[in-house]
Every structure is written in C-alpha cells, then in structure tokens.
Nanobody, 126 residues
Framework: QVQLVESGGRLVQAGGSLRLSCAAS????????MGWFRKAPGKEREFVAA???????????YYADSVKGRFTISRDDAKNTVYLQMSSLKPEDTAVYYC????????????????WGQGTQVTVSS
C-alpha cells in the first residue's frame, strides 16, 4: 500500500507560480511511475504530467499539451516525494490536483494508477 498526500494548492493570480508536493508513505515510490491529474468542476479528470521509472537512474517526464512548457514534474525518491512546479498559471488551470502512483502501463491513463491522494485545490484568478 502507498499513501499519498498532496499539498501546496491555494489561490493564485493568473501568471503566477505554484509548487505542489505529493508525499508518499507506506512504500518507496522508487519503483512506481508517478503522475499528476486534475479535475475541474463539470469536467472529466484529465492527465497533467507523469514521471516514469525505467529501472535505472533515468526518469522520463510526460506532459499534457495544455501544460507543456509551463509545468515541470520532478521526484525525490530519497524523500519519497513528487513535485509539480507550475508557472504562467491560467484560470483554466483551476482544478483539484491529484497525485497518483502506477506500477506500470500507460502513463496518461487513470486506470494505470493503483494509488491516489485526496487532492489539493488550485484556484487561478484572472
């Protein structure tokens, strides 16, 4: 079992920056792909970013087109934590952001992820 707790969400003005954190416990995330998803009111949950583990020391990062160039995902396996650095925020980035852990499969598919956090609210004002 992996427990995930997100933090860092808050109200921010458009154009601002924010860093979300996802602290894991119960098991090391070293062998998990880690992802961020978001859900806005009235919309489906959507993929935001993911970082996969290749079995060595190399991690790959993947991003949704809507956040590419603005968001950066990173992980610190020693701290068992994943981060999402968000910049140039837009009102359409407003959503609850969820962290998730995946043992494998498609990085953008929610069904690939076995463990989910409770989410943290990000609100971007115009």
């Amino acid at each position: 079992q992996v427990q995930l707790v997100e933090s860092g969400g808050r109200l921010v003005q458009a154009g601002g920056s924010l860093r979300l954190s996802c602290a894991a416990s119960g098991r090391s995330i070293r062998s998990y792909g880690m992802g961020w998803f978001r859900k806005a009111p009235g919309k489906e949950r959507e993929f935001v970013a993911a970082t996969s583990w290749t079995g060595g020391s190399v991690y790959y990062a993947y991003y949704a087109d809507s956040v590419k160039g603005r968001f950066t995902i990173s992980r610190d396996d020693a701290k068992n934590t994943v981060y999402l650095q968000m910049s140039s925020l837009k009102p359409e980035d407003t959503a609850v952001y969820y962290c998730a852990a995946s043992p494998g499969g498609s990085y953008s598919a929610p069904l690939s992820y076995d463990y989910w956090g409770q989410g943290t609210q990000v609100t971007v004002s115009s």
